[in-house]
């Protein structure tokens, strides 16, 4: 890592961080939670702490590159992160950096940028799919607007650019080309698919952009800014890849299973927005070749689901059917292929982490 000697971005009102936070990252460490799958890591002398503690660093580097000294941007980029989160892309990139040596402070810059992304994207997607909440709080275009809330994702991502490029220039190559497809995959969501295009493949090609992407970039930076073996890349992007598209089809079923989950997602939150999902794919599938159930269900899905009730029935008709458990089935899949692709790693806590995080992703509804 370069230490930038342009001091240019501090005249939009945010001041260089300090090499090491300066609030107790001891503090912080001892008060976060794993996510699901992660146990081992928690469990090992060594990379337990060790994992925990750069945790902390990122969380702390966080709200060290969101603060501005104007105030309106301020209170917007902390909304966010101040709203929590499961961290699983910087948890990600520390992890896979010990597949090296993880103590290169580039490591925790990465991870750092990896997780400003996704905030950035997170902004976005919230105005662009109307949605009132976020991690349990209202999202940003709730409270200051659709304007203030893009402009802040903006911001966000702004600041992980200025991160990134001190990273050098492979490190901004991937973030680019992983913001590419971030937006082309809410690009291609957002028009549908092409008259030629098969539904349930344009949606898999969707979250793969959308979700995937950024899975995968985390685990690659965490490998390279580690001084990892470079045989190990190909592995960890695929399996990022894999597994981002696991959690988002997870989450498709966890929206009909009719169960709020800890993430506090409700059910019937997708239908009643409109958001194609796998189960309605597939259902639209089954109509089209004549399965009179599908035919009915979806009528119900495509009415008036604005009250509670017309959407808890939506929700258990489509729980119910099969094409709920035949999606299960289909993420069970895409989690399996992530876990084949770590095969050639060597055995240990960060294989094994891998393994079991990409066996919680579809297993959260249980």
């Known amino acids: 890592m370069t230490n930038s000697a342009d001091q240019s971005w501090t005249h939009a009102g945010h001041g260089l961080p300090s090499s090491e936070p300066s609030l107790n990252t001891t503090a912080i460490a001892t008060g976060l939670q794993l996510p699901a799958g992660f146990a081992a890591i928690a469990g090992d002398p060594e990379l337990g702490p060790a994992i925990t503690t750069n945790l902390a660093r990122v969380e702390k580097k966080l709200r060290e590159a969101i603060a501005n000294s104007d105030p309106l941007a301020d209170a917007t980029s902390r909304h966010l992160v101040e709203a929590g989160g499961k961290r699983v892309r910087p948890l990600l990139t520390l992890l896979c950096a010990h597949l090296g040596d993880a103590s290169r402070p580039a490591v925790v810059q990465a991870a750092v940028v990896v997780e400003l992304t996704h905030l950035a994207t997170l902004y976005h997607d919230d105005v662009m799919d109307s949605a ?16 203030v809330a893009v402009l802040t994702g903006d911001l966000i991502f702004a600041r992980a650019s200025i991160l990134v490029s001190e990273l050098g220039s492979r490190a901004l190559g991937i973030q680019a080309r992983t913001f590419e497809r971030l937006c082309l995959g809410q690009l291609h969501e957002t028009v549908g698919p092409r008259p030629d295009e ?24 965490g490998a390279i800014f580690s001084g990892a073996d470079e045989t190990y890349e190909p592995m960890l992007v695929e399996y990022g890849e894999k597994v981002g598209v696991a959690f988002q089809l997870a989450d498709d079923v966890i929206d009909v299973t009719g169960v709020k989950v800890k993430s506090g997602k409700s059910p019937g939150t997708d239908l009643r927005e409109g958001v194609p999902t796998l189960p309605v794919l597939l259902l639209r599938k089954k109509a089209e070749n ?21 959407l808890a029935a939506a929700v258990a ?44 992703v579809v297993d959260r509804a249980s």
Do not use: C
């Open 132 to 147: 009132p909440f976020r991690r349990g709080a209202p999202t940003a275009h709730e409270v200051w607007g659709n304007s």
């Open 198 to 221: 098969d539904p349930v493949e344009h949606y898999l090609s969707v979250i793969a952009d959308k979700t995937g992407s950024l899975v995968a970039a985390s685990g690659q930076l």
């Open 290 to 310: 004549g399965d009179q159930s599908a035919v009915e269900l979806l009528k119900l899905i495509d009415g008036d689901l604005s009250s509670d009730e017309a």
């Open 317 to 360: 008709g489509l729980r119910e059917h099969p094409v709920t458990a035949e999606s299960w089935v289909v993420a069970r899949a895409w989690a399996n292929e992530a876990i084949a692709a770590l095969a050639p790693l060597p055995e240990g806590v960060v294989k094994a982490s891998l393994t079991n995080f990409a066996m919680a």
